[in-house]
């Protein structure tokens, strides 16, 4: 079956390839349309006709949001729309829809680590949240933190919740967050004016599409437009759980694989193979859900209460978040981050220098920006190459705590005085921080 679902998908890209004009993101988008409209068995972009037979038939909704020219989550994705048999007999027991774009996308009923380009959500026909599904940590690989078996073990989590939905209700109202700044992503001031509620599949498909990633860009910029610096939610969200020394085994739930020694989440007393039931009274499905959890936890620090089975005993543990715990997490693989380096670094990519190359560890110039504001860096001077002895009088050893200082501490259109190691020369640079 799988076979065959991938050479029909190979004969619709060679049926839409030959239209003018058509772009191969255009392409892609226009044959996976045909494609899952075609076979049927995912309602494809309607979420109001999800929910509808979701009531009429009492069954859970699993929503896949997946942004189609994204290629590094292609193998997952693929082995859940080509109907993979650890995947199938579940599925068939959900309202399947499938997402394609953000545009009108409800950001009070979906709330996602937006730099991710594969996410699912497992709903009640009333807006329930039953959990999330999907995670990231690398910019193009997705090994350690999701995997088919996992999915199937989520997706029968949700199963199992809505067979008891009477009495684990109150356990998910938090999973449903906060109010969000506009109600659907078109609506960003950034946004507004140039994409409408939905994709315009008669031309410029691709052009049209509001990305998973242009969310977390507008959310950022309307902070820095209005001169405000950005909250930490905002700078590193979702925070991964090896951030606090927590690494989960992709095939489970939420499962301990492994303690980092040191960690909080050692401090805590969490051990290897302890399956984490649930966090802040949440019941946990997935790795993402851990993420939900700690997305909403103050950055300044906090407690988390965790239950968890452990030699077939639930014990509970309190994991203590220090001030400033988010910074821990490592924003540099995120999409978003590019928006960052704009304002912060005038388009700077920045990595760790060479051991020896100066006193203190501090980072480096390993690309520079040629365009627009991306290209400030290079107006003022920046070499790819120059090693930073000093910027706005700091030294910082990792890239996304210069970042994070630039959209705190500086506003657009601020000058920032940076000394930077060049050869055998020590070069006073000046950058203007970026809208």
């Known amino acids: 079956m799988a076979r065959h679902a ?65 290629v590094e989550c292609v193998k997952l994705d693929d082995e859940l729309v080509n109907q993979d048999p650890r995947i199938r007999p579940l599925l068939e027991k959900f309202v399947r829809a499938r997402v394609v774009s953000t545009n009108g996308l409800d950001l009070s009923q979906f709330q996602f680590d937006t730099d991710q380009s594969f996410a699912v959500f497992l709903l009640n026909a009333d807006g329930t949240v039953y959990g999330r599904f999907g995670t990231r940590s690398h910019r193009t690989n997705w090994v350690g933190d999701v995997s088919v078996d996992g999915l199937a073990k989520a997706l029968q989590g949700a199963l199992d919740l809505h067979t008891d939905y009477a009495k684990v209700k109150d356990s998910l109202a938090a999973k449903r967050g906060p109010a969000p700044e506009f109600p659907t992503p078109e609506k960003f001031p950034t946004l507004s004016g140039k994409y409408t509620s939905k994709i315009n599949y008669a031309a410029n498909v691709g052009g049209t599409c509001i990305h998973c990633h242009q969310i977390g860009d507008a959310r950022k910029a309307m902070y820095r437009q209005k001169g405000e610096p950005l909250p930490e939610h905002v700078l590193f969200p979702y925070p991964h759980p090896k951030s606090l020394g927590l690494i989960l085994d992709p095939k489970e739930r939420a499962t301990i694989q492994d ?97 020896g190359s100066a006193s203190s560890p501090t980072l480096q110039v390993k690309g520079v920006g040629n365009f627009g504001p991306h290209a400030a860096a290079r107006s003022a001077g920046f070499k790819q190459g120059d090693i930073i002895l000093a910027w706005d009088g700091k030294i910082f050893p990792r890239e996304a705590d210069l970042l994070a200082h630039g959209v705190t501490q500086r506003k657009a259109g601020e000058v920032v005085p940076v000394t930077v190691k060049r050869g055998e020369q020590t070069v006073e640079l000046k950058l203007p921080m970026q809208p």
Not at 40 to 62: C, H, L, Q, R, S
Not at 275 to 286: E, F, T, V
Not at 308 to 330: F, H, Y
Request: with cysteine; charged share 25%; hydrophobic share 40%.
């Open 259 to 355: 303690v980092e020694k040191g960690s909080p989440a050692e401090t805590a007393g969490f051990r290897a193979g302890d399956a984490i039931r649930s966090l802040n009274g949440q019941p946990l499905l997935s790795i993402a859900d851990v993420q939900w959890v700690l997305h909403n936890t103050s950055g300044t620090g906090g407690t988390v209460k965790a239950e968890v089975q452990r030699s077939g005993k639930i014990e509970a543990v309190t994991l203590e978040l220090p001030a400033g715990w988010r910074r821990r997490d490592d924003i540099s693989w995120r999409a978003s981050t590019w928006g960052l380096r704009r304002m912060a670094t005038g388009g700077l990519i920045l990595e760790p220098a060479p051991e």
């Open 6 to 70: 991938l050479i029909s998908f190979a004969l619709l890209i060679l049926t839409v390839s030959s239209a003018p004009g058509q772009t191969p993101r255009d392409k892609k988008v226009l044959a996976d349309k045909e494609k899952v409209e075609a076979d049927g068995f995912w309602i494809y972009n309607d979420m109001a006709k999800a929910f509808a037979e979701a009531k009429a038939t009492g069954k859970p909704i699993v929503v896949c949001l997946r942004c189609i020219p994204c």
